[in-house]
Antibody, heavy 114, light 109 residues
């Protein structure tokens, strides 16, 4: 049984960066491929990127390329998503999920406000 | 970047049948897009119902089924229950990159 526990809510100013963590338990991170999805208030789901085990590389959605970095720390079984140059439109709940989307984190609210 | 299209809203009567569809701006949706279907209720994380076109998770109610229909991915709900009222999203894969549809708000009324 995989459990994904994300870091707490964040408030950031425009132009800043945010780093959201996703702690894996029940499995090791090396056994999983993690993806990140966000949802702005009242809006739909938006895929941000994820690890492609076939290529061994992380794929980012075109919209976020250059602004997002997804990393992993296998020593602590924790995945990270860092988004830079934040703007108000980045206010959203950010989710980590396994690449079969069978397991999701609880979500992390990131609020971007001056 | 491909655009994935879903009906914005649908209504089904309790006990009735409804089909939600998921189209792609690049052409017909095929099994190679590995279609997923998610259900999301207010304040909750999404929950996967269908993966790889028609496969169900252990928690997927039997009344939900996935298929390819007329060049689109389809989610059919047979015997709608009040608890099925939710937002439904499809997800398609494009050579590793993924794209969600805009979602369908399903009302059971």
């Amino acid at each position: 049984q995989v459990q994904l526990v994300q870091s707490g809510a964040e408030v950031k100013k425009p132009g800043a960066s945010v780093k959201v963590s996703c702690k894996v338990s029940g499995y090791t991170l090396t056994e999983l491929s993690m993806h990140w999805v966000r949802q702005a208030p009242g809006k739909g789901l938006e895929w941000m990127g994820g690890f492609d085990p076939e290529d061994g590389e992380t794929i980012y959605a075109q919209k976020f390329q250059g602004r997002v970095t997804m990393t992993e720390d296998t020593s602590t079984d924790t995945a990270y998503m860092e988004l830079s140059s934040l703007r108000s439109e980045d206010t959203a709940v950010y989710y980590c999920a396994t690449d079969d989307y069978g397991d999701w984190g609880q979500g992390t609210l990131v609020t971007v406000s001056s | 970047q491909a655009v994935v299209t879903q009906e914005p809203s649908l209504t089904v009567s309790p006990g009735g049948t409804v089909t939600l569809t998921c189209g792609s701006s690049t052409g017909a949706v095929t099994s190679g897009h590995y279609p997923y279907w998610f259900q999301q209720k207010p304040g909750q994380a999404p929950r996967t119902l269908i993966y790889d076109t028609s496969n169900k998770h252990s928690w997927t109610p039997a009344r939900f089924s996935g298929s390819l229909l007329g060049g689109k991915a389809a989610l059919t709900l047979s015997g709608a229950q009040p608890e099925d009222e939710a937002e439904y999203y499809c997800l398609l894969s494009y050579s590793g990159a993924r794209q969600f549809g805009g979602g369908t708000k399903l009302t059971v009324l």
